[in-house]
C-alpha cells in the first residue's frame, strides 16, 4: 500500500497523467473520510460508554482471522494499533472508491457509500461468526455506528469536491 502511494504520488508530480491524479485525490479523500470516521469513534468512546465498540469488533475480527491462519494474534497496545492501522488502510481504499468514475453527484455518492458501510458494520458481525454487541447493544450504539460511517462518505465527497477543484 505505501509503495503503492509513493509510485502515484511520482507520477503525479511528473506527468500528469490525469487518471493518476485522480486515483490519488480519490486516496488521499478516502484517507480524509477514515480518519474523520475513527478520530470520531475514538474521541466518542473514551468519554461515552453507550458508544459503539467498533474498535473491539476490529481487534475480535484481526485475532480471529490470525488464528484462523494458525499465526499468533497481537496482544494489548499492539493489536490495538495493528486493528486500527487497518481499519484505516481498509476505509481508506473503501471510500477511495467515492471519487472513482462520474464526478456528478458526488455528496449523493458519499452518502451512500457510507450507509452501505455502516449498516454493514451492524449487520454483517454475526453472520461471519463475530460478536455484534458492541455496534448493537443498543438502538443508540447502532445509530452512532451508521451515522459515523455516513459522516466517513460525507467527509470523503467533500474533500474529493475541494481537490478536484485544485
Not at 452501505?116 to 451492524?122: P, S
Request: proline residues 3%.
Amino acid at each position: 500500500m505505501h509503495h503503492t502511494i509513493l509510485i502515484l504520488i511520482k507520477q503525479f508530480v511528473t506527468c500528469g497523467d490525469y487518471s493518476n491524479m485522480k486515483s490519488l485525490k480519490s486516496l488521499l479523500a478516502g484517507f480524509a473520510g477514515a480518519a474523520a470516521l475513527n478520530i470520531l469513534h475514538e474521541s466518542v468512546r473514551r468519554f461515552d460508554p453507550g458508544a459503539p465498540r467498533i474498535d473491539l469488533l476490529g481487534k475480535q475480527a484481526l485475532s480471529k482471522s490470525m488464528a484462523n491462519l494458525n499465526l499468533d494474534s497481537p496482544k494489548g497496545d499492539n493489536l490495538y494499533l495493528a486493528t486500527l492501522a487497518g481499519d484505516i488502510i481498509s476505509n481508506t481504499l473503501y471510500y477511495s472508491a467515492i471519487g472513482l468514475g462520474d464526478k456528478k453527484n458526488i455528496y449523493f455518492k458519499g452518502a451512500i457509500a457510507g450507509l452501505t458501510a455502516g449498516l454493514g458494520a451492524i449487520s454483517i458481525p454475526d453472520k461471519v461468526g463475530l460478536d455484534d454487541t458492541p455496534v448493537t447493544k443498543t438502538d443508540k450504539a447502532k445509530i452512532l455506528t451508521v451515522t459515523w460511517y455516513l459522516i466517513g462518505g460525507l467527509v470523503t465527497a467533500a474533500v474529493f469536491k475541494h481537490l478536484k477543484k485544485a
